[in-house]
C-alpha cells in the first residue's frame, strides 16, 4: 500500500469522524433525520508484511416502525507477491421496531 493510500484512508476517516451514540448496529440512538451513515475503516500489518485495509459501510434508516440498513465491505490486501481489492458481500436487513416498546435499543 503506497503512502497515497495511507493518507487517502486517514483523510477519508477523519472526515467521516462524528459523535457516536452506540456500540453497535443493534444499539444506538436516533439522530436528527431518519437516515444515518456509518463507516468503519480498519488497518492491520502481519510478520508477513501482509496489509489489510478494511472499509465498512453502513447505511441505516429508521423511524417509528422499522428499521432497515444497507452493510457495503470494502477490502484491499497488499502482499510482497502482489495485491488485490474489491467488495465483500453485501448485506441488507430489515424488520419491525418491536424492542422500542421494551424501550432497550434504538431509542
Known amino acids: ?8 484512508a486517514v483523510a477519508l ?7 457516536a451514540e452506540g456500540q453497535s448496529i443493534f444499539q444506538g440512538k436516533k439522530g436528527p433525520t431518519n437516515f444515518q451513515l456509518d463507516e468503519r475503516v480498519s488497518f492491520s500489518r502481519n510478520e508477513q508484511s501482509v496489509d489489510a485495509l478494511a472499509n465498512t459501510l453502513i447505511l ?8 432497515i440498513f444497507v452493510n457495503i465491505p470494502y477490502r484491499f490486501i497488499e502482499t510482497p507477491n502482489g495485491s488485490n481489492d ?4 453485501v448485506s441488507v436487513g430489515a424488520g419491525p421496531r418491536i424492542l422500542k416498546i ?3 435499543f434504538h431509542t
Open 1 to 8: 500500500m503506497n503512502k497515497l493510500q495511507y493518507a487517502l
Open 13 to 19: 476517516t477523519a472526515l467521516s469522524a462524528q459523535s
Open 60 to 67: 441505516k434508516y429508521w423511524d417509528n416502525g422499522k428499521w
Open 86 to 89: 474489491g467488495l465483500g458481500d
Open 102 to 104: 421494551l424501550k432497550c
